[in-house]
């Protein structure tokens, strides 16, 4: 643990180069240094803090990361109910990805489910359980028992409607007791990439405005997603996507940036999240004619059909004038599952229905919306988590990703509820596994002097900005035009309209001004970076949107209808040039299942 406490009194301090600008008492030194703690992020410094010594740079303190905020479950084919088998799971997981879906990453994700949860269970993780004591599973959107010819299955783990609360204490608490040191409410800056080899990062601490140095052998990003890009999100305020601007940033290409999940149960009007889990215990979805209209949509799997469908379908429902009252909402309805069952099984729900739209759920139907949800692309890897440098084959040295901010793509064009806090948890996992393996061959390489410089003058900039445009009004210009033209549908004059409204924030981004002065917890200027980045990979996504000329899973282009495996069935690299973005592809690994029609 001495070590981590900096460079001060250790002979290695001699032969550094005191950083310039950065005092020796700030410059911290970790074998695997860990961006994020959510459950990603743990998952893997859970499993590196058992051979090395591991450091935590989080923008929040651990708990209260959005893992935290996941309700419904997570996914594993432990047949605990009924009959179940990872190759259904693995089934269920390709044609929900709309078969862009990498099948070896899927296999894995699917065989090694049960040991997740079995973990988790080990480590004292209350799980709600079957009146026999096992584990107690329920069904999930698009998880289906006989590779699709029979109904839903129960496969979702979980605790009540609060499942991500419970797995995000359980790791963090194992964490504390591996000495994995925290630093909480630092902000990760850069990422220090030189020669093509990770050495560490460059971090903000909120508290007192001062620049640190992790330098670490490898380093670990669990940054999660970016939901707050757009102005209805179930997401958390700090959801912005940070990770893949540093990814970005040191010239990586993002993967399928275009594919964005739209939940379609969010709480009108701000879009707080209504779990799928409602609709898993026997929720209907009814619009202004009182009429169960996924009738129309998914005859067989009605309200469990992937997201993706359902959004679709609700968002239909409301442009052709059935939301209810003629309104941009329809009714989610789970008064028929009695008081009882509801104080059991959805909790939270009532509380929250109840705290933000007044509602009583037993005494009236939820007004719900699609809602901006879920990130399927991110920075590439491989199936160990080190990520791609080109996005195909060749590896960034010391630098890993996993969980939302990472594409091993085991999502594909859309994701099924239920297998990210599975892939979270479990490529997080492998991550720390890859890192405990590799981490003692990796030498600390020496850092440039200048490794904070671009960061301190990024800062004094912000802190002295005098500009005419403020970031509150940008990021709300750009967060509405990305609802509008980069939601549930979209088309191509829409999205070359939103491209040039991105383009004009990043033009106007350069003249922010900031007025609070203040170094300790200046939120504006935290705002600031964080917007920074988004506009970074907002362009990666509307331009990804605009380039791929199909619809399929979550991409539903009103002006290119069908899914065109010809043309598209391979995934997007959109790397960050001076001219805006350019593109390159990869084919999507298929061992098992040959794609097909999706009809659910
Ligand atoms: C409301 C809600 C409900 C959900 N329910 C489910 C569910 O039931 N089942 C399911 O499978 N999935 C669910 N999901 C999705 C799932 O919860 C997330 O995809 C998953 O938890 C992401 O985990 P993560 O570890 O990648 O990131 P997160 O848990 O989001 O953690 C990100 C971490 O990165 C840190 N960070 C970010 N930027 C910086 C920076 N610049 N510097 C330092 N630290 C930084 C943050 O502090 C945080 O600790 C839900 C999502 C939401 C929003």
């Known amino acids: 643990m001495s070590e981590s406490e900096g460079y001060r009194n250790e002979a290695e301090a001699e032969k550094l180069h005191e950083p310039r600008g950065v005092p020796l008492h700030n410059v911290h030194r970790h074998d695997v240094l860990v961006v994020g703690a959510g459950l990603a992020a743990l998952s893997g410094a859970l499993e590196a803090a058992k051979i090395g010594d591991v450091g935590v740079v989080t923008k929040l303190f651990p708990t209260r990361s959005h893992s935290g905020a996941a309700q419904g479950g997570i996914a594993a084919s432990l047949a605990n109910q009924e009959e179940d088998h990872w190759e259904w799971h693995m089934f269920d997981t390709v044609k929900g990805s709309d078969y862009l879906g990498d099948q ?12 997740v949860v079995r973990g988790f269970e080990h480590m004292g993780c209350p799980f709600s359980r079957t009146e026999g004591g096992r584990l107690a599973q329920r069904k999930f959107g698009g998880h289906t028992k006989d590779f699709g010819k029979g109904g839903p299955v129960l496969r979702a783990c979980y605790a009540a409607d609060r499942t991500g609360h419970v797995l995000l204490h359980t790791l963090w608490e194992q964490c504390v007791k591996h000495q994995v040191r925290f630093y909480s409410e630092y902000l990760a800056l850069s990422l220090i990439v030189k020669d093509k080899v990770c050495r560490g990062i460059v971090a903000l601490d909120m508290a007192t405005g001062e620049v640190h140095i992790f330098h670490a052998r490898a380093v670990l990003l669990g940054t999660g997603g970016y939901g707050r890009v757009f102005s209805i999100t179930s997401n958390s305020f700090a959801n912005t996507g940070d990770g893949l601007g540093l990814a970005m940033r040191v010239g990586i290409p993002l993967e399928d940036m275009e594919f964005v999940q739209f939940h379609p149960t969010g709480l009108y009007p701000h879009g707080i999240l209504i779990t799928e889990g409602a609709r898993g215990e026997g929720g209907y979805l009814v619009n202004d004619e009182g009429e169960r209209f996924m009738e129309k949509y998914a005859p067989e799997k009605m309200e469990l059909a992937p997201r993706d469908v359902i959004s679709r379908a609700i968002q239909t429902e409301i442009n052709e004038g059935r939301g209810i009252g003629g309104k941009g909402y329809v009714n989610l309805d789970v008064r028929h599952l009695g008081a009882e069952k509801i104080k059991e099984r959805l909790p939270q729900i009532a509380e929250v229905v109840s705290k933000f739209a007044g509602v009583d759920v037993n005494e009236a139907p939820i007004p719900i ?22 996005g195909k084959g060749e590896v960034l040295k010391g630098l890993f990703a996993a969980g939302e901010c990472a594409c091993v793509s085991v999502h594909g064009a859309n994701r099924l509820g239920t297998n990210s806090l599975l892939e979270a948890a479990l490529y997080g996992r492998r991550a720390g596994l890859a890192l405990a393996r590799e981490v003692k061959g990796l030498p600390f390489n020496e850092m440039p002097e200048e490794v904070a410089e671009q960061d301190l003058k990024m800062l004094e900039r912000l ?43 990043q033009e106007r981004y350069r003249n922010i001004g900031i007025k609070d002065r203040s170094r300790c917890f200046n939120t504006e200027v935290v705002e ?73």
């Not at 070896?104 to 040991?115: K, T, W």
């Not at 509405?480 to 991105?502: H, Y």
């Open 463 to 505: 802190l002295g900005a005098k500009g005419e445009e403020k970031v509150a009004d940008l990021r709300k210009r750009l967060q509405e035009e990305m609802m509008a033209k980069c939601g549930v549908f979209r088309n191509e004059k829409d999205l070359n309209s939103l491209l040039e409204t991105v383009k004009d924030c």
């Open 104 to 115: 070896d990453a899927i296999e894995i994700l699917v065989r090694e489910a049960s040991s």
């Open 528 to 600: 600031a970076i964080e917007f920074g980045y988004q506009l970074d990979f907002t362009e990666a996504i509307v331009a990804g949107a605009i380039n791929r000329k199909e619809s399929r899973g979550a991409h539903a282009r009103t002006d290119f209808k069908e899914r065109d495996d010809t043309n598209w069935l391979k995934h997007t690299l959109a790397l960050k040039i001076e001219e805006g973005i350019r593109f390159d592809y990869k084919p999507v690994t298929i061992t098992r299942f040959k794609p097909k029609a999706r009809v659910y």
């Open 369 to 390: 919306q699609p809602t901006a949800h879920y990130s399927m692309g991110g920075i590439p890897t491989d199936l160990d988590c080190r990520v791609l440098a080109d």
